[in-house]
């Protein structure tokens, strides 16, 4: 049988994430799978039928998980690269990243203009897990050194010694809100779109062409622009408050 049909028979479809994949895939405070590709699954099983199993998987090893069957998509924020073509196939693009750098907020003037970062002596940028774009940053920052690193959490922490973080703007302004002695900076020249993706099986063209009819009609009927507005935007957020202080409420408890 097809993997669509082996889906709905056995009820449920099994969707691989990322770990530190923000505001696309994490866990929040309540201990629950959130954001806005896991608001898409959801989105996805239902539209399919069934119910879903969602597995963590490492980003060096979803070739193999697809390969063997344990996940039938990855579904969490990836950039389109020529890096293991011939072992997974990328979806249509659903969404297209602003490429930008996360830094401390006291030095995010000095990466507005790649042409002043590249006055700068021995600028170390961290750059997580898409190898294809380490090239494309080395190429617009030849004298720099890149490093990858394994988690953002590394460069937010403190734990590797790195002047800015290559990451998308969309990624880092969820990042920045954990971490808000960080800012996100576009640079106002040289900058570049990163398309994202899910991956599916490699081998699989039924399937891949499924999703790829399902992503098209859902960013007609702005599916994926209320998952990015709720989730990357904020739009939508009912932040409760504290009243501000005053007399009245707090001295007099004449109104609560």
């Given at each position: 049988?097809?993997?669509?049909?082996?889906?709905?028979?056995?009820?449920?479809?099994?969707?691989?994430?990322?770990?530190?994949?923000?505001?696309?895939?994490?866990?929040?405070?309540?201990?629950?799978?959130?954001?806005?590709?896991?608001?898409?699954?959801?989105?996805?099983?239902?539209?399919?039928?069934?119910?879903?199993?969602?597995?963590?998987?490492?980003?060096?090893?979803?070739?193999?998980?697809l390969d063997i069957g344990e996940i039938d998509i990855l579904m969490t924020g990836t950039a389109v690269t020529l890096i293991k073509l011939g072992q997974i196939a990328y979806t249509l693009p659903y969404e297209d990243a602003n490429f930008a750098f996360i830094v401390h907020d006291y030095r995010r003037s000095n990466f507005k203009d790649m042409n002043r970062i590249r006055t700068m002596d021995s600028v170390r940028i961290g750059v997580y897990h898409d190898l294809y774009y380490t090239s494309k940053i080395q190429e617009l920052l030849p004298d720099a050194k890149i490093?990858?690193?394994?988690?953002?959490?590394?460069?937010?922490?403190?734990?590797?010694?790195?002047?800015?973080?290559?990451?998308?703007?969309?990624?880092?302004?969820?990042?920045?809100?954990?971490?808000?002695?960080?800012?996100?900076?576009?640079?106002?020249?040289?900058?570049?779109?990163?398309?994202?993706?899910?991956?599916?099986p490699?081998?699989?063209?039924?399937?891949?062409?499924?999703?790829?009819t399902w992503i098209y009609l859902k960013k007609a009927n702005a599916t994926f622009d209320s998952a990015f507005s709720y989730w990357v935007m904020g739009k939508g957020i009912q932040e409760v408050k504290d009243p501000r202080w005053s007399v009245i409420r707090n001295v007099f408890h004449w109104v609560d």
């Open positions: 049988k097809t993997r669509l049909e082996n889906i709905v028979r056995r009820g449920y479809i099994r969707i691989g994430f990322l770990k530190d994949h923000l505001p696309n895939a994490f866990i929040n405070k309540n201990g629950q799978l959130v954001g806005s590709d896991i608001e898409m699954a959801h989105i996805l099983a239902k539209d399919l039928g069934v119910s879903i199993k969602f597995i963590k998987v490492e980003a060096e090893n979803v070739p193999e998980h490093i990858p690193i394994e988690s953002p959490r590394q460069f937010f922490q403190g734990s590797i010694d790195l002047d800015a973080l290559a990451f998308t703007a969309e990624r880092g302004g969820a990042w920045s809100i954990i971490y808000p002695e960080y800012s996100v900076v576009v640079p106002s020249t040289e900058s570049f779109k990163i398309p994202m993706a899910y991956i599916v490699e081998n699989d063209q039924e399937f891949l062409n499924f999703i790829n």
